[in-house]
């Protein structure tokens, strides 16, 4: 009896479409462990709750107001002057030097493609601004390390976009939906010509 319940189960588990459905529901329920409900008071009362893929962010991201370091200065700032646009969303940390290393491209494609899609870099580390500044302007470099401007002290998007590592891109369309969250290696030519082609196609 027991050979044959194995036996059947093991035919079950064979099957590709019995494995996907497997990891799906194993996705679900971890997904489900590492997600704070909206009462659990981990990161403050209220939480923001993750973006999932597809979705939209919710209407605060563009009115949440954010610290910003541009233009060699810090201000207080929404985002509503991104929308209407696709926006990548850069996550770094002072510590991090291939974070930093990749500033240069992402200036690059704000100078090739800036008319098209939005870059901003997010610091979501509770980080000193004087050594978040002396990383941006390269003080002590002789040229500025990046012409992006930077939200800094974040925790909101870091609730909207959980992430474990950096540096990560969110990719966001001019609608504001979550196409995509990827390495640095994601981070091409191509695929920033693709999703600036496929806005001014229509494509939705």
Not at 7 to 35: D, E, I
Not at 62 to 71: D, G, P
């Amino acid at each position: 009896m027991m050979k044959s319940t194995l036996h059947n189960l093991y035919k079950v588990f064979k099957s590709k479409r019995a494995r996907v459905m497997l990891l799906c529901l194993v996705s679900m329920f971890s997904l489900s462990a590492q997600t704070p409900r909206k009462d659990s008071g981990a990161d403050g009362p209220n939480p923001a709750q993750p973006v999932m893929l597809g979705f939209r962010v919710p209407e605060e991201f563009w009115s949440h107001e954010f610290m910003i370091f541009e233009n060699g200065k810090y201000t207080n700032q929404t985002l509503e002057k991104y929308r209407g646009k696709p926006l990548i969303l850069d996550f770094w940390a002072t510590w991090c030097p291939s974070c930093i290393a990749k500033f240069p491209k992402v200036d690059r494609f704000k100078r090739i493609y800036g008319d098209h899609i939005n870059f901003i870099l997010v610091n979501s580390f509770d980080t000193d601004t004087k050594k978040i500044t002396t990383v941006l302007t390269g003080e002590g470099a002789k040229r500025q390390v990046t012409q992006t401007a930077s939200i800094v002290n974040d925790v909101y998007l870091k609730q909207l976009f959980p992430h474990q590592s950096v540096p990560i891109y969110i990719w966001l369309d001019e609608y504001g939906r979550l196409q995509a969250s990827s390495t640095a290696n994601f981070l091409n030519d191509y695929q920033v010509r693709a999703m600036v082609e496929r806005m001014k196609g229509g494509k939705q």
